[in-house]
């Protein structure tokens, strides 16, 4: 019961806790929004067991080396971009697979007028009109995170994505 | 966030199982997180399995559940690092729940895999007897996590009060659309689980707070995993699709 405890506490203190705070940022309905320049770095690399390592322009990615991906002991680059990002617009890259990565951002969480965390939405689809896969995730600025697992030439794709 | 609905009753077998949703409503969350605390009887965890593979609405809300606490335990956990009392009491915590929660998202996700090709399959994990030595009723240790969680839920509330979002926290409104778990890749998720919370260290490394949060994802007829990825800085989220390729 220690999960019930600990959700009921949650929700009692939410009741009771404010959210807001002096230094916080938080605008109001209607007011438009601050405009923060946001761009997205997208890597994009082919995993497989073809028993060749990681490519070099890859070494910088430790995690590759590291679950989930060392199921795959290949790791090469196949693309690199930069897409600037704007609220509600859709930013998209094509996918060597022949499916295209959507990203728009939702919302930037800031504090003191700085953007401590973007919040996208990226939509993996894996051929024009077939299966999406959509993640929404809260990115602090610089930070990377990994969409991988997409069936690619024996391999698998593998999506990079760090905003800034 | 729904609490209204932690309260019920219904602890027992439902007693209305015309429809899905008014099976997965008359079980209650209480059932689930009983589950998820292996507070079920043998009798119950079977029963609760068997409804778990037949109802969606269950499976959502179980996953709402997990995710819930994760970000709860995430939370936590960050504010523990700044507070020496926290950072005590949360250890102690998390030598206990780490690993069966890391265990227990695992077995969860393989038996949900490939369009339930998975699902007749019985986890070791889940047939063991409880362990002597761990006891999730152990009331002494249960009155004192309690207290424990309540603090470090005030803790880490009033820190996640000053970072509050332009918009509503996805972390918690997408909550019930998420479907997070499914077969990991081979060797992943067992890796996962065992290297990096065996000893008190390593979960501490392990419990950096993310760069990334995963505040909802969709994996559309598909199934697909989140890792944490421990490491450098704030460590690394891996959003993996289970891809079997029939597209191809």
């Known amino acids: ?49 073809a028993g060749k390592g990681i490519d070099p322009k890859l070494a910088k990615y430790k995690e590759l080396k590291s679950p989930p991906f060392s199921s795959y002991d290949s790791y090469e680059l ?23 990565l959507k990203l728009v951002l939702d919302g930037v969480e800031e504090k003191g007028g700085k953007p401590m965390r973007f919040v996208i939405k990226a939509t993996i689809v894996k051929k024009p009109g077939g299966e999406e896969s959509i993640v929404q995730v809260k990115a602090k600025p610089g930070a990377m995170f990994f969409v991988a697992g997409q069936k690619f030439e024996n391999g698998i794709l593998v999506l990079g994505i760090k905003l800034h | 966030m ?6 019920s009753p219904n602890v027992t ?46 499976q959502r809300k179980l996953v709402s559940l ?64 409880r362990s002597a030595t761990v006891s999730a009723n152990d009331n002494a240790k249960g009155g004192f996590v309690i207290a424990a969680l309540a603090v470090a839920a005030a803790v880490a509330l009033f820190a996640w009060g000053r970072t509050v979002p332009t918009e ?26 065992t290297s990096p919370l065996k000893d008190q260290e390593q979960a501490k490394n392990s419990t950096m707070e993310p760069g990334v949060e995963v505040a909802s994802v969709e994996f559309g007829s598909r199934a697909g995993s989140v890792f944490y990825v421990p490491g450098e800085g704030t460590g690394t989220t891996v959003i993996w699709i289970n891809d079997t390729g029939d597209e191809e």
Not at chain 1, 86 to 98: F, H, I, Q
Not at chain 2, 2 to 7: D, L, M, V
Not at chain 2, 178 to 193: D, H, K, Q, Y
């Open chain 2, 168 to 193: 509503r926290s996805p972390a918690v409104a997408a909550l019930p659309e998420t479907r997070v778990l499914g077969e990991a890749p081979a060797g992943a998720a067992a890796a996962l689980m």
């Open chain 2, 66 to 129: 997990e995710v819930l606490g994760a970000v709860l335990r995430h939370n936590v956990e960050r504010d523990a690092r700044a507070d020496g009392l926290a950072d005590a009491v949360m250890a102690a915590i998390d030598a206990e729940d780490a690993v069966k929660i890391h265990e227990k998202v695992s077995v969860i996700a393989a038996e949900r895999g490939e369009g339930g090709q998975a699902q007749q399959q019985r986890s070791p994990r889940r047939e063991q007897p």
């Open chain 1, 1 to 49: 019961m220690k999960s019930l405890f600990a959700v009921a506490t949650l929700g009692a203190c939410l009741a009771l806790c404010g959210s807001s705070s002096a230094d916080e940022k938080v605008p109001q309905p209607g007011q438009p929004a601050r405009k923060i320049e946001v761009s997205a770095d997208i890597v994009i690399a082919r995993g497989s067991n």
């Open chain 1, 78 to 100: 196949l693309d690199e971009a930069t897409r600037p990002l704007e609220r509600e617009k859709v930013a998209s890259m094509k996918l060597p697979d022949g499916g295209e």
């Open chain 2, 2 to 7: 729904k609490t209204n609905e932690r309260g």
């Open chain 2, 13 to 58: 077998a439902p007693s209305d199982t015309s429809s899905p949703a008014a099976t997965a409503r008359s079980l209650g969350d209480e059932r689930l997180m009983m589950f998820l605390d292996d507070e079920l009887g043998a009798e119950e965890l079977a029963e609760l399995e068997l409804e778990l593979e037949s109802i969606p609405e269950l």
